[in-house]
């Protein structure tokens, strides 16, 4: 089977990688209609999934799949048009309509591909209803999915993304080869001939779920951001995950240009500029082509 794969380009390619859930939208995509859909209060949602996860040594991302295909029985149609309508309801972040258009031609202006993934996990048919997914403005969604049958009834999870596999989609990305069932991603590829470095890379999330990559990222000389909730101003996670070092850097989650966290990307992208002339004469001596 042939897989489509993107290539080096003539120019820089910046990765700026999202989890989702309180990163670009303030609650969990679940809590914001389909929970109380099917008649649950939102903490005793949470609190029997991780109760069934515990009691069956399960990830935690399968037994929420499962309660939410068994909850849905007998109170909705639990189709793929049903959680892209959920998906369609989630509240995001101040300026996050706008953010991804505007990092994008910041990056042409200084001559870099801006490019916007997310790796959450969260539901994907509910990222894809999002107005966000439906403008075109992530490259990638690798999230949590429901496989369906014939009726097109989600009846099993086709992918249960959880904190440690996220870091399997960063080397995805940074070799071009994109698909989930390509097992191109462990070819060997040199150096100089990766598309995106790891320090070309930006992760942004907010919590301990997104620690490995965070950690990925940084120790390869990318830049990882922690962000919280611009209205509660509640820091204490980020402000850990900067005491343990995992994190570089900290800001609202406010993407409306002129923000702290517009500053810091539009300066990770003139930091990119120049890093990367250095990088080609580097590897220009290495090779003796200089």
């Known amino acids: 089977m042939e897989f489509e794969r993107k290539t080096k380009e003539d120019r820089p ?19 914001q209609g389909y929970i109380q859909s099917v008649g649950y209060d939102v903490n005793e949602f949470w609190a029997r999934t991780n109760e ?34 959920y998906g369609s309801k989630v509240k995001l972040f101040p300026g996050a309509s706008e953010w991804f258009d505007r990092m994008r031609c910041y990056g042409e202006e200084k001559g870099v591909i801006v490019e916007h ?34 009726r097109g009834v989600a009846v099993w999870p086709a992918q249960a993304v959880n904190y440690t596999n996220k870091t399997q989609f960063l080397f995805r990305i940074s070799k071009g080869v994109l698909d989930v069932n390509d097992s191109g ?11 995106v470095p790891f320090r070309n890379m930006v992760y942004i999330g907010d919590s301990d779920t997104d620690i490995p990559c965070m950690k990925l990222v940084n120790s390869y000389g990318g830049h990882s951001i922690g962000v919280y909730d611009c209205e509660s101003k509640d820091m204490t996670k980020v402000k850990k995950m900067i005491r343990d070092d995992r994190i570089k850097y900290y800001a609202p989650a406010d993407y409306r240009d002129g923000s ?23 590897y220009g001596c290495v090779k003796g082509t200089r």
């Open 260 to 282: 702290e966290l517009d500053q810091i990307l539009k300066a990770i992208i003139d930091r990119t500029v120049t890093n990367e002339v250095l990088e080609d004469i580097y």
């Open 13 to 31: 390619v910046l990765a700026i990688c999202y989890d989702f859930d309180k990163t670009l939208t303030p609650d969990d995509m679940q809590a």
């Open 117 to 150: 993934y997310i790796i959450s996990s969260g539901l994907k048919e509910m990222i894809e209803g999002t107005s966000l997914a439906r403008n075109g403005a992530f490259d990638k969604i690798y999230a949590s999915s429901f496989l369906y049958n014939d």
């Open 185 to 195: 991603v462990n070819d060997h590829f040199d150096m100089d001939e990766i598309r």
């Open 52 to 85: 069934l996860g515990v009691k069956n040594d399960m990830d935690p991302n399968l037994a929420y799949m499962y309660m939410m295909i068994r909850e849905a029985e007998g109170n909705l149609v639990f189709n793929r048009k049903a959680l892209n309508e």
